[in-house]
T-cell receptor
Framework: TQLLEQSPQFLSIQEGENLTVYCNSSSVFSSLQWYRQEPGEGPVLLVTVVTGGEVKKLKRLTFQFGDARKDSSLHITAAQPGDTGLYLCAGPRTRGANNLFFGTGTRLTVIP | DADVTQTPRNRITKTGKRIMLECSQTKGHDRMYWYRQDPGLGLRLIYYSFDVKDINKGEISDGYSVSRQAQAKFSLSLESAIPNQTALYFC????????????FGEGSRLTVL
């Protein structure tokens, strides 16, 4: 049973469009992280959200942690080809631990 | 040079062979991990180690073993490889005092025929 479900699994959009991807769980997490993985490379951390309802912005990327700390979303404004990659959410298996449980991922393709 | 280095980057082997994937890091982190990535399944934890004398099983440890030879080195072994162990394997490190960020290597693609 997957603790972190991501949707959609695949997303292909035109450059300049906006998009939102989701990370959902039936479990409460003390924090959630978002990683981006490009082809041939390992995942790289984008952001960590800790407080329920928290919103963090990273240039054109906006991350939100749900009030109940069971879900998170990533919104990208005016997507660019450089945003192409696999987006993974991850949460700690136990509170305070950093052996993370990863979601299934959303593979984003931004077409020029 | 990469902070987390994995060797080999690509390996093709046959069923029943013993395979070792090696990971070394220059970040000075105590914690090291081995993950496996399969399409549609995300990253799944195989083993992790919080220091040289500590080894812990992850969610899919069957068929795998690990060795933490030093703070900077963590190797993953497949004693008798089977085709369903074909996957992309990632080593990662983290700082015990940090906010939980994982630093990944570039991955080792293993194909078992």
């Amino acid at each position: 049973t997957q603790l972190l479900e991501q949707s959609p699994q695949f997303l292909s959009i035109q450059e300049g469009e906006n998009l939102t991807v989701y990370c959902n769980s039936s479990s409460v997490f003390s924090s959630l992280q978002w990683y981006r993985q490009e082809p041939g490379e390992g995942p790289v951390l984008l952001v960590t959200v800790v407080t329920g309802g928290e919103v963090k912005k990273l240039k054109r990327l906006t991350f939100q942690f749900g009030d109940a700390r069971k879900d998170s979303s990533l919104h990208i404004t005016a997507a660019q080809p450089g945003d192409t990659g696999l987006y993974l959410c991850a949460g700690p298996r136990t509170r305070g631990a950093n052996n993370l449980f990863f979601g299934t991922g959303t593979r984003l393709t931004v077409i020029p | 040079d990469a902070d987390v280095t994995q060797t080999p980057r690509n390996r093709i082997t046959k069923t029943g062979k013993r395979i070792m994937l090696e990971c070394s890091q220059t970040k000075g982190h105590d914690r090291m991990y081995w993950y496996r990535q399969d399409p549609g399944l995300g990253l799944r934890l195989i083993y992790y180690s919080f220091d040289v004398k500590d080894i812990n099983k992850g969610e899919i440890s069957d068929g795998y073993s690990v060795s933490r030879q030093a703070q900077a080195k963590f190797s993953l072994s497949l004693e008798s490889a089977i085709p369903n162990q074909t996957a992309l394997y990632f080593c990662a490190t983290s700082d015990a005092m940090g906010a939980g960020e994982l630093f990944f290597g570039e991955g080792s693609r293993l194909t078992v025929l």
